[in-house]
C-alpha cells in the first residue's frame, strides 16, 4: 500500500490512500462531535454550564464583550442559514 505526500504551510504529511476520513471534513469527528453534543443537551447540564460561564463582575463582562466585539469586527457577517433559524 503505497502513501501520497501531501505538503500543507511546508510540513509534509504521509496520508495513506484508503484514509477517506480527512479532507475537506472529518465526518467521523463531525458525527462524534454531534452525538456528544446532543448528549449533553439531553443531559439536562446546559442551564448549569450556562451560569456558570456568566461572568464573575463587571469587569469580567466588559473584557467578555470586548472579546465578542473584537471576533465579530472580522466577521463577515451573520450566516443566513443560522439567522433563518433564528426567527
Do not use: L, W
Request: aromatic residues 4%; charged residues 45%.
Amino acid at each position: 500500500m503505497s502513501k501520497e505526500a501531501k505538503e500543507h504551510k511546508g510540513v509534509k504529511q504521509e496520508i495513506p490512500p484508503d484514509d477517506r476520513e480527512h479532507g475537506e471534513g472529518n465526518y467521523k469527528a463531525a458525527r462524534e462531535y454531534d452525538a456528544a453534543t446532543d448528549k449533553f443537551v439531553k443531559s439536562g447540564k446546559v442551564e448549569g454550564a450556562a451560569r456558570s460561564a456568566q461572568p464573575d463582575s463587571d469587569a469580567e463582562a466588559r473584557e467578555m464583550e470586548n472579546a465578542e466585539a473584537e471576533g465579530k469586527s472580522r466577521s463577515k457577517g451573520e450566516d443566513p442559514a443560522v439567522a433563518t433559524r433564528r426567527s
